[in-house]
């Protein structure tokens, strides 16, 4: 989980075009974990909501902070922190009822994929990704030739996490990871990354004062969490600190690359290229658990966004994160890759177009469908409710769009002669109810 920070046009340790470039940089937009854009088919249609769903708020742990802060210190030790270093990290760390009510409410806000993109992969900011580009040629290139990891895939990640260093964030590390530690929603995740963040400071590397990022404790120019700091950050500039907090993006887009080649990323594998899907296409067969050779694909009449064929990249699968009105897309083993910075479809469209552009790729083809909206969170819930209660079982209510629920879709719409799409949209939900 991690932070999509605003950005305010205030560009640090970038000069010339980059600023220019940057300051015309359109901003970034909160995602829920994962996107459940499904918006509905054209011909059946709904009132658009006014308001968004909330999520009820569990009582705080507010009034017991410096109780569960005790009882944590000694958890923490435990596991080889040292007494002094916890006192001094610990000694201004707070209860920030913000962190938490921003914690709760993330899945309330959805927004449409279209929306996202038209954001994420702005003109503008494809302009401030090749000024980042050419500034920063020469260690970018030194970069991909050690891990094998692309530089416009690096840059992508730097573009849609901090605007290219302009937003890093401002919020106490430890401020952030203590008071989601304590709230207690996810405590052993946020306690385990509070320890390693408490290592990191112990290590020397990096000053209390520079530990300060997103509210969900993301830090640096492309947005670390403490454990990810641990395993994959870089010393790439040689000075004997793997500093991914100063003006100097060199160690965080290195330990970017790192992170992305130590999860399996593969050299010149696409991580996903617009398709154009033929008459009579088996839309059963649109899901990421079906995987088929590239030739096999093709053999199905799949070609790429101009008609042209298809190298072979590896197994793909075929993604429609729109339903069959928006863009196809064939998937590789790198989008995957991908989905371990993020696990959002949308976060992993956006930064591989993004870096698509940034070499001189154009824009995505196919029309999205703009009139739709997404279903809110009781919606989803309400969604899965009725497919599991009519047959369709989704393995769980939970509110997100996941393989499980979108298989469920695809047999209830092959079940009504529908396109079985997969798609969580307005129509499925109307014809349920």
Same mark, same amino acid.
């Given at each position: 989980?991690?932070?999509?920070?605003?950005?305010?046009?205030?560009?640090?340790?970038?000069?010339?075009?980059?600023?220019?470039?940057?300051?015309?940089?359109?901003?970034?937009?909160?995602?829920?974990?994962?996107?459940?854009?499904? !918006?509905?088919?054209?011909?059946?249609?709904?009132?658009?909501?006014?308001?968004?769903?909330?999520?009820?708020?569990?009582?705080?742990?507010?009034?017991?902070?410096? @109780?569960?802060?005790?009882?944590?210190?000694?958890?923490?030790?435990?596991?080889?922190?040292?007494?002094?270093?916890?006192?001094?990290?610990?000694?201004?760390?707070?209860?920030?009822?913000?962190?938490?009510?921003?914690?709760?409410?993330?899945?309330?806000?959805?927004?449409?994929?279209?929306?996202?993109?038209?954001?994420?992969?702005?003109?503008?900011?494809? *302009?401030?990704?090749?000024?980042?580009?050419?500034?920063?040629?020469?260690?970018?290139?030194?970069?991909?030739?050690?891990?094998?990891?692309?530089?416009?895939?690096?840059?992508?990640?730097? #573009?849609?996490?901090?605007?290219? #260093?302009?937003?890093?964030?401002?919020?106490?590390?430890?401020?952030?990871?203590?008071?989601?530690?304590?709230?207690?929603?996810?405590?052993?995740?946020?306690?385990?990354?509070?320890?390693?963040?408490? @290592?990191?400071?112990?290590?020397?590397?990096?000053?209390?004062?520079?530990?300060?990022?997103?509210?969900?404790?993301?830090?640096?120019?492309?947005?670390?969490?403490?454990?990810?700091?641990?395993?994959?950050?870089?010393?790439?500039?040689?000075?004997?600190?793997?500093?991914?907090?100063?003006?100097?993006?060199?160690?965080?887009?290195?330990?970017?690359?790192?992170?992305?080649?130590?999860?399996?990323?593969?050299?010149? &594998?696409?991580? #996903?290229?617009?398709? *154009?899907?033929?008459?009579?296409?088996?839309?059963?067969?649109?899901?990421?658990?079906?995987? @088929?050779?590239?030739?096999?694909?093709?053999?199905?009449?799949?070609?790429?966004?101009?008609?042209?064929?298809?190298?072979?990249?590896? !197994?793909?699968?075929?993604?429609?994160?729109?339903?069959?009105?928006?863009?196809?897309?064939?998937?590789?083993?790198?989008?995957?890759?991908?989905? =371990?910075?993020? +696990?959002?479809?949308?976060?992993?469209?956006?930064?591989?177009?993004?870096?698509?552009?940034?070499?001189?790729?154009?824009?995505?083809?196919?029309?999205? !469908? *703009?009139?739709?909206?997404?279903?809110?969170?009781?919606?989803?819930?309400?969604?899965?409710?009725?497919?599991?209660?009519?047959?369709?079982? +989704?393995?769980?209510?939970?509110?997100?769009?996941?393989?499980?629920?979108?298989?469920?879709? &695809?047999?209830?719409?092959?079940?009504?002669?529908?396109?079985?799409?997969?798609?969580?949209?307005?129509?499925?939900?109307?014809?349920? =109810?």
């Amino acid at each position: 989980m991690r932070q999509f920070l605003q950005f305010l046009g205030i560009p640090v340790a970038m000069a010339g075009s980059l600023c220019a470039a940057l300051a015309q940089t359109s901003p970034p937009v909160e995602l829920s974990p994962r996107p459940a854009a499904r !918006p509905g088919d054209s011909a059946m249609t709904a009132p658009r909501e006014t308001r968004p769903h909330r999520m009820p708020a569990p009582a705080s742990c507010s009034g017991g902070f410096l @109780k569960w802060r005790d009882a944590f210190r000694a958890r923490a030790l435990a596991r080889g922190v040292q007494p002094s270093v916890f006192d001094r990290a610990m000694a201004s760390a707070r209860y920030d009822p913000g962190i938490v009510e921003r914690d709760r409410n993330q899945s309330e806000f959805t927004r449409a994929i279209w929306d996202y993109l038209d954001s994420a992969v702005s003109a503008a900011r494809v *302009r401030a990704g090749e000024a980042a580009l050419k500034a920063h040629a020469r260690i970018l290139a030194a970069i991909e030739r050690r891990y094998g990891v692309e530089k416009e895939i690096v840059a992508a990640i730097w #573009g849609l996490e901090s605007s290219y #260093g302009a937003v890093r964030g401002d919020t106490p590390i430890f401020t952030a990871l203590a008071t989601l530690a304590c709230d207690g929603r996810r405590q052993a995740f946020f306690e385990s990354q509070l320890v390693d963040a408490l @290592k990191i400071l112990q290590s020397g590397e990096a000053r209390l004062a520079q530990m300060r990022g997103s509210w969900a404790g993301a830090m640096g120019h492309t947005q670390f969490m403490p454990a990810a700091w641990l395993r994959f950050a870089v010393d790439f500039d040689g000075d004997g600190r793997r500093d991914i907090w100063s003006d100097d993006p060199t160690d965080a887009l290195a330990s970017t690359a790192a992170y992305l080649a130590g999860n399996g990323w593969r050299k010149g &594998q696409p991580w #996903g290229l617009e398709v *154009r899907l033929p008459e009579g296409f088996d839309y059963m067969a649109t899901s990421e658990r079906v995987k @088929k050779p590239v030739s096999a694909w093709m053999a199905m009449g799949v070609r790429d966004a101009r008609g042209r064929r298809i190298p072979e990249h590896g !197994p793909a699968s075929i993604l429609l994160p729109a339903g069959h009105h928006g863009p196809a897309f064939m998937i590789f083993d790198n989008f995957h890759v991908l989905e =371990r910075y993020n +696990t959002a479809d949308a976060y992993v469209i956006a930064v591989g177009h993004l870096a698509d552009r940034l070499r001189g790729g154009a824009p995505i083809r196919h029309p999205w !469908p *703009r009139g739709d909206r997404m279903l809110n969170f009781a919606e989803r819930v309400e969604l899965q409710q009725r497919l599991t209660a009519a047959g369709f079982d +989704t393995r769980g209510v939970d509110g997100i769009i996941g393989p499980n629920t979108i298989a469920a879709i &695809q047999a209830w719409q092959a079940a009504q002669g529908l396109v079985p799409d997969g798609y969580a949209s307005l129509a499925v939900l109307a014809a349920l =109810r």
